[in-house]
């Protein structure tokens, strides 16, 4: 919708768009939208740092031109649902990352160490995949590419991830957390290397300095 299109480009202004998002939020939860209201109450304590603020802003706008039901996205969500986070680095932060790839969410969960690779569409979960939608924060993968490979590549690529371990920080080898598998998926679906997705998405998404 229009409205929350604005919102994406606005929440990132420091006092001015937490302001909008207390209202926004409020708003939602008494109309009993809970993703909504939790998304507009969300707040990244690295955007009271103003340097953010350009590459946020050129982020919703570019955002706002595009379908979130194509092409590629990242979402992020603070863990367990709290009102604040912090991002360091793109792929080192205190958020829930998830995939959005041609309207197919993937996303990586699971309990202790185990992995639990979630798919999910607007035709297999349609509930699900909308408030996925409501509740993350969205940002845009190289506007105007879609996946190079087939759906069913993509999902059994992912599905494969369940073989591996869960390891909350610096992972590696045949361990994988939710930010490193999102990298992944990316990289396959774009048909890059590995080290070539994670630069990409440390050249679009802000760090804790700007």
Not at 16 to 23: K, M, V, W
Not at 137 to 160: F, H, I, M, N, Q
Not at 168 to 193: E, H, R, W, Y
Request: proline residues 4%.
């Amino acid at each position: 919708m229009a409205e929350r299109k604005l919102f994406d480009i606005v929440k990132r202004v420091p006092i001015a768009g937490f302001g909008y998002g207390a209202i926004r939020g409020a708003t939602f939860a008494l109309a009993g939208d809970a993703d909504e209201a939790k998304y507009s109450w969300e707040m990244d304590v690295a955007d009271l740092n103003p340097l953010r603020m350009p590459r946020n802003m050129i982020n919703g706008i570019i955002n706002s031109q595009y379908d979130l039901a194509e092409g590629i996205w990242i979402g992020k969500r603070s863990l367990s649902d709290q009102p604040f986070s912090l991002t360091f680095v793109p792929g080192s932060d205190v958020y829930h990352w998830c995939i959005q790839i041609d309207g197919i969410i993937y996303e990586l969960g699971g309990s202790k160490q185990r992995v639990e690779i979630s798919i999910i569409s607007e035709h297999n979960n349609p509930t699900k995949y909308k408030s996925h939608c409501k509740r993350f924060s969205w940002t845009k993968l190289e506007p105007g590419r879609s996946s190079s490979v087939s759906d069913e590549t993509l999902r059994d690529y992912a599905k494969a991830f369940e073989k591996y371990t869960y390891l909350a920080v610096l992972p590696s080898g045949n361990k994988i957390n939710c930010q490193t598998f999102v990298s992944d998926m990316f990289a396959k679906a774009a048909g890059m290397t590995q080290i070539k997705a994670r630069g990409a998405i440390l050249a679009l998404i802000p760090n804790i300095l700007f």
